[in-house]
């Protein structure tokens, strides 16, 4: 019995010594539009910024152009979403690869961005922000 407890000495540590998940996050340059559903009329694009994190089984997106912003994160009931800091009704009609729609209950504007390109041009100058 000692023997035993001897040998579960040091994986009591290491459960004793994790650290809590971080976030995984990535920036982009991107551009974003909105559709009238109704009438299938498309606006311009408009540049934006996408930030996206990611830790354990939560998400969290963030759109913001100076014609529109797209606030979304996961719950315990699906995802919910905020746009132009609206409150949050509706969900997520598309994704695909580097493109993404939401669209408010009771609405017939859809609301999406792509991603273009990161921010950064490599990790290390991440890393200094």
């Known amino acids: 019995m000692r023997s035993f407890l001897i040998l579960l000495l ?8 994790q650290k809590p998940a971080k976030a995984a ?4 340059y991107s551009i974003g539009w909105f559709t009238n559903k109704s009438t299938g009329k498309k606006s311009k694009q408009f540049e934006g910024d996408y930030k996206n994190c990611a830790w354990g089984n939560n998400s969290r997106w963030i759109f913001t152009s100076d014609a529109f912003s797209v606030r979304a994160w996961s719950t315990d009931k699906g995802m919910r979403i905020s746009i ?13 690869g580097q493109t993404a729609c939401v669209q ?3 609405s017939q504007i859809e609301y999406c961005w792509k991603s273009l390109k990161s921010h950064w041009k ?3 100058e991440r890393n200094t922000r």
């Open 10 to 17: 040091p994986i009591t540590f290491v459960c004793l010594e």
């Open 84 to 96: 132009n800091n609206e409150k949050p009704t509706g969900g997520i009609t598309q994704r695909t």
């Open 122 to 124: 490599n990790r290390s």
């Open 104 to 106: 408010q209950d009771e």
């Open 25 to 28: 996050c990535s920036d982009s």
